[in-house]
Nanobody, 120 residues
Framework: QVQLVESGGGLVQPGGSLRLSCAVS????????MGWYRQAPGKERELVAT??????TNYAASVKGRFTISRDNAKTVYLQMNSLKHEDTAVYYC???????????????WGQGTQVTVSS
């Protein structure tokens, strides 16, 4: 089965940095876009950043210039978070659009989330 496992979350002071990683495993043919979303207490889940299979990136305005999304070996996605702010506190979820065959429909998969807390 396809599995997405996030890691790297934790507690950090404002202005600090964290790097999140998400590894995709299982019987897959390929992965298209990957991304990170987050959900803060009392708020809806929102897009943070995405990256296509070709390396094109997209960022939410609130994180642009501070966060960097990247991917490695087409199966792992990272989120480097710098200059963290209090409002970045949320559970961060990894997302991947997975092809199980060729041709085949693209299916979105989600990780279980990792907590990021920015607090002084």
């Amino acid at each position: 089965q396809v599995q997405l496992v996030e890691s790297g979350g934790g507690l950090v002071q404002p202005g600090g940095s964290l790097r999140l990683s998400c590894a995709v495993s299982g019987s897959i043919f390929s992965i298209n876009a990957m991304g990170w979303y987050r959900q803060a207490p009392g708020k809806e889940r929102e897009l943070v950043a995405t990256i296509s299979s070709g390396g094109r990136t997209n960022y939410a305005a609130s994180v642009k210039g501070r966060f960097t999304i990247s991917r490695d070996n087409a199966k792992t996605v990272y989120l480097q978070m710098n200059s963290l702010k209090h409002e970045d506190t949320a559970v961060y979820y990894c997302n991947a659009f997975v092809n199980l065959g060729d041709p085949a429909p693209v299916i979105p998969y989600w990780g279980q989330g990792t907590q990021v807390t920015v607090s002084s």
